[in-house]
Protein backbone atom coordinates (compact mmCIF):
# COMPACT_ATOMS: atom_id res chain seq x y z
CA UNK A 1 0.00 0.00 0.00
CA UNK A 2 0.97 3.51 -0.56
CA UNK A 3 2.22 5.35 2.84
CA UNK A 4 1.45 8.96 3.20
CA UNK A 5 3.03 10.74 6.06
CA UNK A 6 1.66 14.52 7.43
CA UNK A 7 4.28 17.68 8.50
CA UNK A 8 4.21 18.75 11.60
CA UNK A 9 1.70 16.75 13.40
CA UNK A 10 0.18 19.92 15.31
CA UNK A 11 0.63 24.04 13.95
CA UNK A 12 -0.28 26.61 16.27
CA UNK A 13 -0.49 29.65 14.68
CA UNK A 14 -2.41 32.86 14.79
CA UNK A 15 -5.43 34.50 12.99
CA UNK A 16 -3.75 36.40 9.89
CA UNK A 17 -1.16 34.25 9.82
CA UNK A 18 0.14 32.03 6.70
CA UNK A 19 0.63 28.44 7.35
CA UNK A 20 1.48 25.42 5.08
CA UNK A 21 1.28 21.64 5.85
CA UNK A 22 3.21 18.93 3.84
CA UNK A 23 2.35 15.83 2.63
CA UNK A 24 4.57 12.85 1.16
CA UNK A 25 3.74 9.89 -0.51
CA UNK A 26 6.01 6.44 -0.14
CA UNK A 27 5.67 6.34 -4.02
CA UNK A 28 4.61 8.24 -7.31
CA UNK A 29 0.85 9.36 -7.22
CA UNK A 30 1.07 11.84 -9.69
CA UNK A 31 -1.51 14.56 -8.84
CA UNK A 32 -3.89 12.07 -6.89
CA UNK A 33 -4.18 13.55 -4.11
CA UNK A 34 -7.22 15.66 -1.93
CA UNK A 35 -7.08 17.71 1.00
CA UNK A 36 -9.91 17.61 3.56
CA UNK A 37 -10.72 19.63 6.72
CA UNK A 38 -12.38 18.13 10.01
CA UNK A 39 -13.85 19.67 12.45
CA UNK A 40 -14.16 17.64 16.37
CA UNK A 41 -17.69 15.23 15.67
CA UNK A 42 -18.16 16.30 12.19
CA UNK A 43 -17.70 14.23 8.63
CA UNK A 44 -14.29 15.67 6.73
CA UNK A 45 -14.70 18.26 4.10
CA UNK A 46 -13.29 17.92 0.91
CA UNK A 47 -10.46 21.23 0.17
CA UNK A 48 -8.60 20.20 -2.56
CA UNK A 49 -8.62 17.87 -5.20
CA UNK A 50 -5.94 16.69 -7.78
CA UNK A 51 -3.71 18.10 -5.83
CA UNK A 52 -4.36 21.93 -6.61
CA UNK A 53 -7.59 21.99 -7.59
CA UNK A 54 -10.07 24.05 -5.30
CA UNK A 55 -13.64 22.57 -4.61
CA UNK A 56 -16.80 24.52 -5.31
CA UNK A 57 -17.66 26.72 -2.14
CA UNK A 58 -14.04 26.85 -0.42
CA UNK A 59 -12.23 30.10 0.32
CA UNK A 60 -9.41 31.02 -2.49
CA UNK A 61 -7.40 31.46 1.02
CA UNK A 62 -6.98 27.51 0.68
CA UNK A 63 -4.48 26.13 -1.87
CA UNK A 64 -2.40 23.09 -2.96
CA UNK A 65 0.57 22.41 -5.15
CA UNK A 66 2.84 19.15 -5.80
CA UNK A 67 3.00 16.18 -7.90
CA UNK A 68 4.57 12.99 -7.68
CA UNK A 69 5.81 12.32 -4.00
CA UNK A 70 5.69 15.48 -2.37
CA UNK A 71 2.51 18.18 -1.74
CA UNK A 72 1.79 21.30 0.24
CA UNK A 73 -1.90 22.89 1.54
CA UNK A 74 -1.19 26.54 2.36
CA UNK A 75 -3.46 28.78 3.81
CA UNK A 76 -3.04 32.04 3.45
CA UNK A 77 -4.30 33.91 5.91
CA UNK A 78 -5.66 32.13 8.84
CA UNK A 79 -9.05 32.72 9.87
CA UNK A 80 -10.84 31.48 13.62
CA UNK A 81 -12.74 28.91 11.27
CA UNK A 82 -9.91 27.17 10.35
CA UNK A 83 -8.81 25.81 13.42
CA UNK A 84 -9.54 22.36 12.34
CA UNK A 85 -7.37 18.50 11.53
CA UNK A 86 -6.13 18.41 8.28
CA UNK A 87 -5.44 15.25 6.15
CA UNK A 88 -4.32 14.28 2.75
CA UNK A 89 -5.19 11.34 0.93
CA UNK A 90 -4.20 9.59 -2.16
CA UNK A 91 -6.62 7.87 -4.36
CA UNK A 92 -3.63 6.77 -7.27
CA UNK A 93 -5.35 3.08 -5.99
CA UNK A 94 -8.48 1.96 -4.48
CA UNK A 95 -6.61 1.47 -1.53
CA UNK A 96 -7.00 4.67 -0.39
CA UNK A 97 -4.70 5.95 2.63
CA UNK A 98 -4.60 9.00 4.76
CA UNK A 99 -2.16 11.37 6.06
CA UNK A 100 -2.15 10.96 9.54
CA UNK A 101 -4.02 14.40 10.48
CA UNK A 102 -2.45 17.75 11.07
CA UNK A 103 -3.92 19.57 14.13
CA UNK A 104 -4.01 23.54 13.35
CA UNK A 105 -4.13 25.05 16.99
CA UNK A 106 -4.81 28.43 18.08
CA UNK A 107 -1.82 29.88 19.09
CA UNK B 1 -28.48 17.55 -2.29
CA UNK B 2 -26.40 14.85 -1.53
CA UNK B 3 -27.29 12.75 1.49
CA UNK B 4 -25.45 10.00 3.15
CA UNK B 5 -26.91 8.50 6.64
CA UNK B 6 -25.62 5.90 8.44
CA UNK B 7 -27.13 3.85 10.90
CA UNK B 8 -26.78 0.23 12.60
CA UNK B 9 -23.65 1.28 14.80
CA UNK B 10 -24.10 0.33 18.50
CA UNK B 11 -22.39 -1.65 21.31
CA UNK B 12 -21.19 -5.06 20.12
CA UNK B 13 -19.12 -7.77 22.47
CA UNK B 14 -15.80 -9.40 20.84
CA UNK B 15 -16.40 -11.53 18.09
CA UNK B 16 -20.38 -10.37 17.93
CA UNK B 17 -21.56 -8.83 14.40
CA UNK B 18 -23.07 -5.84 13.07
CA UNK B 19 -24.64 -4.61 9.79
CA UNK B 20 -24.17 -0.94 9.00
CA UNK B 21 -26.52 0.82 6.81
CA UNK B 22 -26.37 3.89 4.59
CA UNK B 23 -29.19 5.39 2.70
CA UNK B 24 -28.02 7.46 -0.02
CA UNK B 25 -30.73 10.56 -1.72
CA UNK B 26 -30.16 13.46 -3.82
CA UNK B 27 -28.15 11.73 -6.60
CA UNK B 28 -28.32 8.66 -8.96
CA UNK B 29 -26.85 6.34 -6.39
CA UNK B 30 -26.32 3.02 -8.89
CA UNK B 31 -24.12 4.99 -11.19
CA UNK B 32 -21.41 5.89 -7.80
CA UNK B 33 -18.79 3.94 -6.67
CA UNK B 34 -19.07 4.27 -2.94
CA UNK B 35 -16.63 3.20 -0.07
CA UNK B 36 -16.87 2.48 3.97
CA UNK B 37 -14.00 4.54 5.89
CA UNK B 38 -13.10 4.44 9.76
CA UNK B 39 -11.86 6.71 12.45
CA UNK B 40 -11.20 5.15 15.64
CA UNK B 41 -11.77 7.58 18.42
CA UNK B 42 -9.11 10.43 18.54
CA UNK B 43 -7.12 8.57 15.73
CA UNK B 44 -6.94 9.33 11.78
CA UNK B 45 -8.94 8.42 8.87
CA UNK B 46 -8.84 4.44 7.25
CA UNK B 47 -10.24 3.17 4.33
CA UNK B 48 -12.06 0.11 4.96
CA UNK B 49 -13.78 -0.82 1.79
CA UNK B 50 -14.56 -0.33 -1.79
CA UNK B 51 -17.97 -1.06 -4.26
CA UNK B 52 -18.21 -0.21 -7.71
CA UNK B 53 -21.62 1.29 -8.74
CA UNK B 54 -22.48 -2.57 -10.22
CA UNK B 55 -20.97 -4.05 -7.23
CA UNK B 56 -18.57 -6.14 -9.99
CA UNK B 57 -15.45 -4.99 -8.12
CA UNK B 58 -15.07 -4.98 -4.13
CA UNK B 59 -12.10 -4.26 -2.51
CA UNK B 60 -11.29 -4.51 1.15
CA UNK B 61 -8.17 -3.62 3.55
CA UNK B 62 -6.07 -5.89 5.00
CA UNK B 63 -7.25 -5.09 8.55
CA UNK B 64 -10.76 -6.48 7.76
CA UNK B 65 -10.21 -9.00 4.69
CA UNK B 66 -12.00 -12.10 5.57
CA UNK B 67 -14.53 -10.22 8.61
CA UNK B 68 -16.30 -7.73 6.53
CA UNK B 69 -19.06 -7.68 3.51
CA UNK B 70 -19.39 -4.67 1.61
CA UNK B 71 -22.69 -4.39 -0.42
CA UNK B 72 -25.44 -2.52 -2.19
CA UNK B 73 -29.09 -2.04 -3.55
CA UNK B 74 -29.23 -0.03 -6.18
CA UNK B 75 -33.02 -0.39 -5.91
CA UNK B 76 -32.95 1.33 -2.56
CA UNK B 77 -30.59 3.34 -2.77
CA UNK B 78 -28.57 2.11 0.24
CA UNK B 79 -24.92 1.03 1.20
CA UNK B 80 -24.24 -1.89 3.31
CA UNK B 81 -21.41 -3.18 5.79
CA UNK B 82 -21.74 -6.34 7.39
CA UNK B 83 -19.11 -7.02 10.07
CA UNK B 84 -18.42 -10.27 11.74
CA UNK B 85 -15.78 -11.50 13.89
CA UNK B 86 -15.73 -7.73 15.14
CA UNK B 87 -12.45 -6.94 17.83
CA UNK B 88 -11.37 -4.65 20.05
CA UNK B 89 -9.82 -2.59 17.59
CA UNK B 90 -12.90 -2.43 14.95
CA UNK B 91 -13.91 0.41 17.46
CA UNK B 92 -14.74 3.33 15.28
CA UNK B 93 -17.09 6.31 13.39
CA UNK B 94 -17.95 4.19 10.56
CA UNK B 95 -18.41 6.91 7.51
CA UNK B 96 -19.97 6.22 3.95
CA UNK B 97 -18.30 8.24 1.66
CA UNK B 98 -18.98 8.61 -1.92
CA UNK B 99 -16.65 8.38 -4.90
CA UNK B 100 -17.05 11.53 -7.45
CA UNK B 101 -14.19 9.20 -9.94
CA UNK B 102 -11.93 7.91 -7.99
CA UNK B 103 -12.28 10.97 -5.13
CA UNK B 104 -14.46 11.04 -1.98
CA UNK B 105 -16.03 14.13 -2.72
CA UNK B 106 -19.23 13.50 -0.18
CA UNK B 107 -19.58 11.72 3.61
CA UNK B 108 -22.02 10.91 5.81
CA UNK B 109 -22.07 12.10 9.17
CA UNK B 110 -20.72 8.71 10.80
CA UNK B 111 -21.95 6.22 12.72
CA UNK B 112 -20.08 4.88 16.19
CA UNK B 113 -19.29 1.16 16.78
CA UNK B 114 -18.09 0.42 20.02
CA UNK B 115 -16.46 -3.32 20.54
CA UNK B 116 -16.25 -4.39 24.17
CA UNK B 117 -17.06 -6.67 26.99
Known amino acids: DIQMSQSPSTLSASVGDRVTITCRASQSISSWLAWYQQKPGKAPKLLIYKASSLESGVPSRFSGSGSGTKFTLTISSLQPDDFATYYC?????????FGQGTKLEIK | EVQLVESGGGLVQPGGSLRLSCAASGFTFSTYSMNWVRQAPGKGLEWVSY????????YYADSVQGRFTISRDNVKNSLFLQMNSLRDEDTAVYYCARLGGYLIDYWGQGTLVTVSS
Open chain 1, 89 to 97: QQYNSYRYT
Open chain 2, 51 to 58: ISSSSSTI
